[in-house]
């Protein structure tokens, strides 16, 4: 592939299971093409530069930050937002517990937190809370403290363990 | 903020790396994870003309255990690398740092050899691999390599040895050796940032490799005899790196740290376990 500095070229991922297209700018950042091109707010960009964490996504099932790749990157791969947590008329069991433990005030760092704990959890299905936090260092949020967050994302990891003993 | 523009082209191949690498010149970058360079992009510290994307050329991602190193390709993730199964036997020093370098989520794309081409002085990777003996392998044209060792290619802040015609096309860790030790620490304001300093030592009854990051411009490297005043050649090391105050620690602070944690990573009853060790 090679690309002028202002050619546009088509970018199709495979976004939140459905295939999507749109043009970007070699220049263009994945997240801005996410809100942008696709209309996908519900990341957030924050400081832009790696270290908030707030723009968190999964690209093939891996969290990385969406303002440090570039979306003709992201051309061909699937990339996962925080709208896929989205399960219809409620939430998911993660945010719900995002809601009991109050992991969240104003809620700007906490879609990219969200998808950072939903792929840890799937990795790491028992973690401590060390892992919790260590999982949670990549993630900067000035409102909870922290102390919400690793609550949460426990007790989601205990009520999930608990069903699969139940189940076994 | 916002890169400026540049062009972009994606390789498939090594060759066709390294081709693109000498057609576009001097302006042009190259980036794999992009986790170091896309910040330096989007605050607009580098503005180049054409980026050069080796993130898709397959034949660069490989982790290869060969008779006396560790090879890793130019476009394998630190990810990669952790979750390898023979890392921990193979190079313990580079299994026990990953985990501070940087966070999850940014191991997920950042790679070895990106991390060493960017060459911040603070950067764990470069301090591994100066510490270790490693060395750089750089391709340019016509197949051409160079093999440099860790101790040269870093020149100075986000400064190395690679020309502008050279493409990073693996890194080589020394495999671990019996009788010796590798041990790490660093003081850094949260786990995951930049180290304020960082020491790799690679310890054996008959001397002492200690490498130090985040004070001088570079990671620097000492040896030691066992027998020597520890505590004297600690201070001697600490005075000599320039230290500086900053944002983050005052000079004195940095050469505490320097002396202090140097101290506990080759603590003297350490040295005298691994040579009971061995004559058992």
Redesign the interface.
């Given at each position: 592939m090679h690309l002028r500095h202002d050619e546009r070229h088509r970018a199709t991922l495979t976004l939140n299971g459905q295939s999507r297209s749109a043009e970007a700018e070699p220049r263009m950042q994945l997240c801005d093409f996410l809100r942008h091109q696709l209309g996908a707010t519900g990341t957030h960009v924050g400081c832009e530069h790696g270290v908030c964490g707030a723009c968190t996504v999964l690209v093939d099932g891996r969290a990385v930050r969406s303002c440090l790749m570039l979306a003709v990157q992201a051309d061909g791969q699937r990339v996962d937002t925080v709208e896929s947590l989205d399960e219809g008329e409620t939430m998911s069991e993660l945010q719900l517990a995002f809601r009991r433990h109050h992991a969240l005030q104003c809620g700007f760092c906490t879609a990219g937190i969200l998808m950072s704990c939903d792929e840890f959890l799937r990795r790491v299905p028992a973690p401590t809370e060390r892992q919790v936090r260590d999982m949670l260092s990549g993630h900067l949020c000035r409102c909870t403290g922290y102390t919400g967050i690793v609550q949460a994302v426990l007790d989601v990891a205990g009520t999930r363990q608990a069903a699969l003993e139940e189940s076994t | 903020?916002?890169?400026?523009?540049?062009?972009?082209?994606?390789p498939q191949s090594r060759r066709e790396a390294v081709q693109q690498l000498l057609d576009a010149g001097e302006d042009a970058r190259v980036i794999a994870g992009?986790?170091s360079l896309?910040?330096v992009?989007?605050?607009r510290l580098s503005q180049p003309?054409t980026?050069i994307?080796i993130?898709a050329v397959d034949e660069l991602r490989y982790i290869e255990r060969r008779e006396d190193h560790l090879a890793v390709g130019a476009a394998t993730t630190q990810?990669e690398l952790l979750e390898y199964a023979e890392l921990p036997d193979a190079v313990p020093l580079v299994h026990e740092v990953l985990?501070w370098v940087?966070?999850?989520?940014?191991r997920?794309?950042g790679t070895v050899c990106g991390s060493i081409a960017h060459a911040d002085p603070s950067a764990e990777l470069p301090l591994c691999l100066a510490t270790l003996g490693g060395e750089v392998v750089l391709e340019t044209r016509r197949g051409k390599t160079r093999h440099v060792s860790g101790e040269t290619f870093f020149q100075g802040v986000l400064t190395t040895a690679r020309r502008s015609d050279e493409l990073i096309t693996e890194v080589r860790f020394p495999l671990a050796r019996s009788g010796h030790r590798y041990r790490f620490t660093e003081v850094a304001m949260?786990?995951?940032d930049f180290a304020i300093v960082a020491l790799a030592a690679d310890i054996s009854d008959q001397r002492i490799r200690l490498g130090v990051g985040g004070v001088a411009d570079r990671p620097v490297v000492r040896e030691f005899a066992p027998d020597d005043d520890l505590d004297a050649s600690l201070n001697e090391l600490a005075w000599s790196l320039g230290a500086e105050d900053d944002a983050h620690a005052t000079a004195a602070y940095r050469r505490h740290l320097v002396r202090e944690l140097g101290r506990r990573l080759i603590a003297p009853n350490e040295i005298e376990e691994i040579a009971d060790a061995s004559t058992t």
């Open positions: - | 903020m916002k890169p400026a523009a540049f062009a972009y082209r994606r992009g986790q896309m910040a992009l989007n605050m003309s980026l994307d993130s990810a985990p940087g966070h999850v989520q940014t997920n794309r949260r786990h995951g």
